[in-house]
């Protein structure tokens, strides 16, 4: 399974945008990036996901490199309410039997300063 | 909708005792996971299920057993519970298709092992 590489950790102040990567070298052509959040106390929820074009939806935007080797989560604007831990996965489309296994790495702590 | 609904959200468990969290979901989704995550951990997979009587073996298996009888519900066993597995399970679902995104969690079950 391809695997992705977040930095452990970042900083940013409120109201200013946040740019999170991933490294995943080893993606494969058919694997979707995803990238989803987890807040305190909670389980994980959802941001976004694209395969090779750039994604914008009401919380963030996707920007994927050309060789889709790296990918950026971008928080236009970022809030207290952002802080969270961002994580980066692969979902795989494999036409075999358990091709949806979802490996989360550790992820990235994002925190705002007021 | 509920979503996905994970029974119980606390447990407290002496060591060697036996217990199953039960996940649920409503959504009619095909794939289900048990994670589970550790203090300043991100998640590891245990155990997911591609359908109805299907389960397959994660990143974490060992100890755990599952079970898919309803492909509404998603059951993890611990038939001897150990004080490593003291932790926070999160149980998730999605649909068969790769690229429509979402996957859903619960909003997890603190289980203590003392």
Not at chain 1, 30 to 42: A, E, G, K, V
Not at chain 2, 20 to 30: F, I, P, S, V, Y
Not at chain 2, 45 to 50: A, C, G, R, T
Request: glycine residues 8%; aromatic residues 10%; proline residues 4%.
């Amino acid at each position: 399974d391809a695997k992705t590489t977040q930095p452990n950790s970042m900083e940013s102040n409120e109201e200013e945008p946040v740019h999170l990567p991933c490294n995943h070298s080893t993606i494969s052509g058919t694997d979707y990036i995803h990238w989803y959040r987890q807040l305190p106390s909670q389980g994980p929820e959802y941001v976004i996901h694209g395969l090779t074009s750039n994604v914008n939806n009401r919380m963030a935007s996707l920007a994927i490199a050309e060789d889709r080797k790296s990918s950026t989560l971008i928080l236009h604007r970022a809030t207290l309410r952002d802080a969270a831990v961002y994580y980066c996965i692969l979902r795989a489309f494999r036409l075999i039997q358990g091709a949806q296994k979802l490996v989360f790495g550790q992820g990235t702590r994002l925190t705002i300063n007021p | 909708n509920a979503g996905v609904t994970q029974t119980p959200k606390f447990r407290v468990l002496k060591t060697g005792q036996s217990m199953t969290l039960l996940c649920a979901q409503d959504m009619n989704h095909e794939y289900m996971y048990w994670y589970r995550q550790d203090p300043g951990m991100g998640l590891r997979l245990i155990h997911y299920s591609v359908g109805e009587g299907t389960t397959a073996k994660g990143e974490v298996p060992d100890g755990y057993n599952v079970s898919r009888l309803k492909k509404q519900n998603f059951l993890l066993g611990l038939e001897s519970a150990a004080p490593s597995q003291t932790s926070v399970y999160f149980c998730a679902s999605t649909n068969g298709e790769f690229d429509t995104g979402e996957l859903f969690f619960g909003e997890g079950s603190r289980l203590t092992v003392l």
